[in-house]
């Protein structure tokens, strides 16, 4: 059974594996939403409001992560996050959540998603433009990297 499930208490284990190969990866140097520990997932679940999480979940193997938040904050634009497990990657599955996040995005009323990459992640700037992300705005960080701003029309 493969499915996208909100993320709840009984999800933290399979999500803490898959931040476990982000982070063995490296690719946590790309994707670091908040940090990449159990106590931070577990902090979600117990304090989230209207923000979203979901896993993409194979069994019991969590293939991917996507959010939109910032409605907790008080932001009427979400902020997406998304990161796919190696195992996934290529399938078009990031491609699929993608699509999915923006219909939920839609459905709590919002008209534009905001999201940052960094300069050098070619692999997800490739896929956030040819879902209709435009880049603008520039955040230049002391350690060198730049992360690029995109928003997308709903
Ligand atoms: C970003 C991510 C979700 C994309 O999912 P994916 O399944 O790898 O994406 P796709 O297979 O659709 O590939 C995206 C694009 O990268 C290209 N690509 C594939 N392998 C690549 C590589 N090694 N280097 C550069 N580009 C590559 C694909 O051809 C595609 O380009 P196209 O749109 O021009 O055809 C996934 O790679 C991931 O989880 N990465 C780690 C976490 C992360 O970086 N999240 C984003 C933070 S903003």
């Known amino acids: 059974v493969i499915e996208i499930r909100t993320l709840d208490e009984h999800l933290v284990d399979s999500l803490c594996l898959l931040l476990d190969e982000l982070k063995s ?16 997932v577990e902090n979600i679940v117990s304090t989230v409001i209207e923000d979203q999480y979901f896993v993409v979940l194979k069994e019991n193997q969590a293939l991917g992560y996507g959010m939109l938040r910032g409605w907790d904050e008080g932001y ?10 190696e195992e996934a990657r290529g399938t078009g599955l990031a491609e699929a959540l993608m699509y999915f996040l923006h219909c ?17 992640n070619e692999r997800a700037r490739r896929l956030f ?3 209709g992300y435009e880049f603008g705005s520039r955040q230049d960080h002391s350690a060198g990297s730049t992360r690029l701003v995109g928003f997308k029309e709903l």
Not at 25 to 40: I, K, L, N, Q, V
């Open 76 to 85: 009427d634009v979400p902020s997406l996050g998304i990161a796919v497990c």
């Open 25 to 40: 990866t490296g690719a946590d140097s790309y994707f670091h939403p908040h940090p990449m520990t159990r106590e931070a």
């Open 129 to 131: 433009e040819r879902l």
């Open 104 to 120: 939920v995005a839609r459905i709590k009323g919002a008209t534009r998603i905001r999201l940052t990459v960094y300069d050098e």
